[in-house]
């Protein structure tokens, strides 16, 4: 088959959303707005497939992060990628070649409706950290790049979030909902116990259960030094220290350690509980 034809049927293939459900039309609509305001005339030529995934667990400044690649020359951030989003608990119960393909296919369509393909698109969705091997399988010339925060510190800002407070009726903007009920990331033998648990505790679970997924990533970013360790990442990510150090100057630590005056004494023992032997392990003892 020559290329014209195989091109055409990729074209094909990352327009066919006409029989997706009305939410899904919604979600690639607002995704490929928010991109196409950001990539201007800039992705209209070439094709880039170094992307950048920025995984780990929400409220881990994942947002910040991505942000600021998103701003160096030559990329663009793709932001919580709305579709991908709706999919993830689905595409991470998938055998890996089958969840890269289905990934591909709903990053491609967002980068070329959003006119951002000749762009390095910096993706960061939190639960993409669960499929992440299917990430750098779909786009082997990509990067991931894992933020890691203190969990207790994590804890405090899910904790004012709300989100899995049991009164929480409503959802996300991918239509996945807050509250108790366990997500698709709680292991199957736990299921019931995750909704008995406390608040902390499940947001202690989030934070460890992210982390765990996330670390397959090669690059690691703590929170606590983001921004020099952002521009050691330079080289890795082939850009200039310079840019990194400018996109990462924003960035303010006065959240770090608010743990010690946020968390109750039982609040503590039940993310230590949940949480302590991955605290230890990443030296947040």
């Known amino acids: 088959m020559d290329s014209d034809a195989r091109g055409g049927r990729g074209l094909a293939r990352c327009l066919s959303v006409a029989s997706a459900p009305v939410n899904g039309l919604r979600n690639y609509a607002a995704g490929t707005v928010r991109v196409a305001r950001r990539a201007g005339w800039r992705g209209l030529l070439g094709r880039e497939e170094r992307l950048v995934f920025v995984v780990g667990c929400p409220r881990s400044g994942t947002t910040f992060t991505g942000s600021a690649f998103g701003s160096l020359e030559g990329f663009v951030d793709l932001d919580e990628v709305t579709p991908l989003k709706a999919a993830l608990p689905r595409l991470a119960g998938l055998p890996k070649p089958e969840a890269a393909r289905e990934l591909r296919t709903i990053l491609e369509r967002v980068r070329l409706l959003g006119l951002a393909r000749g762009l390095r698109g910096v993706e960061q969705t939190p639960e993409t950290s669960f499929v ?147 605290l230890q392990a990443l030296g947040y003892g």
């Open 132 to 278: 992440l091997g299917a990430a750098l399988a779909a786009y082997p010339q990509a990067m991931a790049v894992h933020v890691v925060r203190d969990g207790r510190d994590v804890v405090c800002s899910l904790l004012e979030r709300g989100w899995f407070r049991a009164s929480r009726g409503d959802a996300d903007d991918a239509g996945h909902a807050y509250g108790a009920q366990p997500r698709f990331w709680v292991e199957p033998e736990r299921r019931d116990e995750f909704a008995r648990v406390s608040e902390a505790r499940r947001a202690a679970w989030a934070w460890r259960r992210y982390v765990e997924a996330a670390s397959r990533a090669p690059l690691e970013l703590r929170y606590e030094t983001l921004r020099d360790g952002a521009v050691q990442l330079a080289g890795a990510l082939e850009v200039p220290a310079a840019g990194l150090a400018r996109a990462f100057a924003g960035f303010h630590g006065e959240s770090i350690g608010r743990w010690r005056d946020e968390l109750t004494a039982e609040q503590l023992a039940d993310v230590e509980a949940e949480a302590g032997e991955t």
